[in-house]
């Protein structure tokens, strides 16, 4: 990887952290930009408590100056608001044993685990008895930090006009009109609370996800990412790993929650003959064309220059009121699951998620193909790129 990043931090610690190396000098960058990325993640209808609370801000650290980057690693901060109530609790210094820190300490601990999430496992492999220092971890909250990393990706693609956008097709057992051009609605999407098309749909959402919350349930859904003006031969078919759908789904997967991934028509392909499935190519005026996207812009590992697709399932958040049978990992007894405030759906978020994940593949593959020291020297790459292929 070029583009690499890692994040740290807790849902309920001090802060969130990225460090983002392989950024090439010269490319516009700004807090402003990036909190506009945060604020997309955070809208939603069906969104819990903790939105009220947190107003995502970053602060750049280092690899910025005078509003372009480097080419030194940027270092990304957002505060977490929640922090003033969660000092002791969350302290990284060993506290005094008083009565009082030991009351907020117990109070915070969790033993019942919440089956779906990553308690259970987690906190037998890494021999925690407090399930809180699991469950802090791998909280959605981590997503910020790669929304904040997405912005960054982002603002190197709009330097090669490849702009990207999200929107959802369900949620619970409402479906949508999944055979849009998204880039046709981008307002109706971006001010929809569902990220989706059609005041019809988005009511019978809305209606989904009242009847779930007043029944202390969560709801799932699934969503669509799509790209365009991405060029053609980003990835590769020669390696495993350097497949552009296989680094797309990888990333995508990784979300929390996210428990299916396909490229352009996906699954819906094991059920046609191929001659319904494969894109045909067409000639005209010394220019290749397509009526069909059925690949989803990729094929072979490869992009062919048509847009990049990408649909996703998530699954019903497990943290909920109406608790699950589970068990307690000091007692070893039959239990209800822990529960703590939790969104009862965060569909539209995960697709703004997903949206970013999307672009730190496309930006790492964009610096395989183009080199990644300066932006100039990627555009004279780039440039010379495409009136070759442009030739052929």
Same mark, same amino acid.
């Given at each position: 990887?070029?583009?690499?990043?890692?994040?740290?931090? +807790?849902?309920?610690?001090?802060?969130?952290?990225?460090?983002? +190396?392989?950024?090439?000098?010269?490319?516009?960058?700004?807090?402003?930009?990036?909190?506009?990325?945060?604020?997309?993640?955070?809208?939603?209808?069906?969104?819990?408590?903790?939105?009220?609370?947190?107003?995502?801000?970053?602060?750049?650290?280092?690899?910025?100056?005078? @509003?372009?980057?480097?080419?030194?690693?940027?270092?990304?901060?957002?505060?977490?608001?929640?922090?003033?109530? &969660?000092?002791?609790?969350m302290s990284v210094s060993e506290l005094d044993n008083t009565p009082e820190n030991e009351e907020i300490i117990n109070s915070k601990k969790i033993v019942n685990v919440r089956p779906g999430h990553a308690d259970y496992a987690g906190a037998l492999k890494y021999n925690q008895y407090d399930v809180r220092n699991i469950l802090e971890r791998s909280s959605a909250r981590e997503t910020a930090a790669r929304v904040a990393v997405g912005a960054v990706a982002k603002a190197v693609l709009k330097e090669f006009s490849i702009e990207g956008i999200s929107y959802v097709t369900q949620i619970g057992k409402v479906i949508g009109d999944k055979n849009i051009n998204p880039f046709d609605y981008v307002n109706e999407i971006e001010n929809s609370p569902f990220r989706t098309v059609g005041v019809e749909t988005g009511q019978k959402m809305k209606n989904e996800t009242?009847?779930?919350?007043?029944?202390?349930?969560?709801?799932?859904?699934?969503?669509?990412?799509?790209?365009?003006?991405?060029?053609?031969?980003?990835?590769?078919?020669?390696? &495993?790993?350097?497949?552009?759908?296989?680094?797309?789904?990888?990333?995508?997967?990784?979300?929390?929650?996210?428990?299916?991934?396909?490229?352009?028509? @996906?699954?819906?392909?094991?059920?046609? #003959?191929?001659?319904?499935?494969?894109?045909?190519? #067409?000639?005209?005026?010394?220019?290749?064309?397509?009526?069909?996207?059925?690949?989803?812009?990729?094929?072979?590992?490869?992009?062919?220059?048509?847009?990049?697709?990408?649909?996703?399932?998530?699954k019903p958040i497990p943290t909920m009121k109406k608790m699950l049978n589970s068990v307690a990992l000091d007692i070893k007894e039959n239990v209800k699951a822990h529960f703590e405030r939790s969104d009862t759906c965060a569909v539209p978020a995960c697709a703004v998620v997903a949206e970013s994940m999307c672009a730190i593949v496309l930006v790492n593959a964009l610096f395989e193909k183009f080199t990644h020291d300066s932006l100039f020297e990627m555009k004279k790459n780039y440039e010379n790129y495409i009136k070759h292929i442009s030739e052929r």
């Amino acid at each position: 990887m070029i583009f690499r990043f890692i994040t740290s931090g +807790e849902s309920h610690g001090k802060c969130l952290n990225a460090i983002i +190396e392989g950024v090439p000098s010269g490319i516009s960058i700004s807090e402003e930009y990036i909190n506009n990325e945060l604020a997309r993640r955070q809208a939603g209808y069906g969104r819990g408590a903790r939105m009220n609370i947190e107003h995502d801000k970053v602060v750049i650290l280092s690899g910025v100056r005078h @509003g372009k980057s480097t080419g030194a690693p940027i270092c990304l901060q957002i505060e977490n608001k929640d922090w003033e109530n &969660w000092r002791i609790a969350m302290s990284v210094s060993e506290l005094d044993n008083t009565p009082e820190n030991e009351e907020i300490i117990n109070s915070k601990k969790i033993v019942n685990v919440r089956p779906g999430h990553a308690d259970y496992a987690g906190a037998l492999k890494y021999n925690q008895y407090d399930v809180r220092n699991i469950l802090e971890r791998s909280s959605a909250r981590e997503t910020a930090a790669r929304v904040a990393v997405g912005a960054v990706a982002k603002a190197v693609l709009k330097e090669f006009s490849i702009e990207g956008i999200s929107y959802v097709t369900q949620i619970g057992k409402v479906i949508g009109d999944k055979n849009i051009n998204p880039f046709d609605y981008v307002n109706e999407i971006e001010n929809s609370p569902f990220r989706t098309v059609g005041v019809e749909t988005g009511q019978k959402m809305k209606n989904e996800t009242d009847e779930a919350k007043a029944q202390g349930d969560t709801l799932g859904g699934r969503f669509c990412v799509v790209f365009k003006n991405v060029p053609v031969g980003l990835g590769s078919h020669v390696h &495993w790993d350097r497949k552009l759908d296989g680094q797309l789904a990888q990333a995508v997967m990784s979300i929390q929650a996210v428990k299916s991934v396909e490229i352009g028509m @996906g699954s819906a392909a094991a059920g046609e #003959f191929g001659s319904k499935v494969h894109d045909e190519i #067409f000639a005209e005026n010394g220019k290749y064309y397509r009526k069909t996207n059925n690949a989803g812009g990729i094929e072979g590992g490869i992009s062919n220059g048509e847009n990049i697709i990408v649909y996703a399932s998530m699954k019903p958040i497990p943290t909920m009121k109406k608790m699950l049978n589970s068990v307690a990992l000091d007692i070893k007894e039959n239990v209800k699951a822990h529960f703590e405030r939790s969104d009862t759906c965060a569909v539209p978020a995960c697709a703004v998620v997903a949206e970013s994940m999307c672009a730190i593949v496309l930006v790492n593959a964009l610096f395989e193909k183009f080199t990644h020291d300066s932006l100039f020297e990627m555009k004279k790459n780039y440039e010379n790129y495409i009136k070759h292929i442009s030739e052929r």
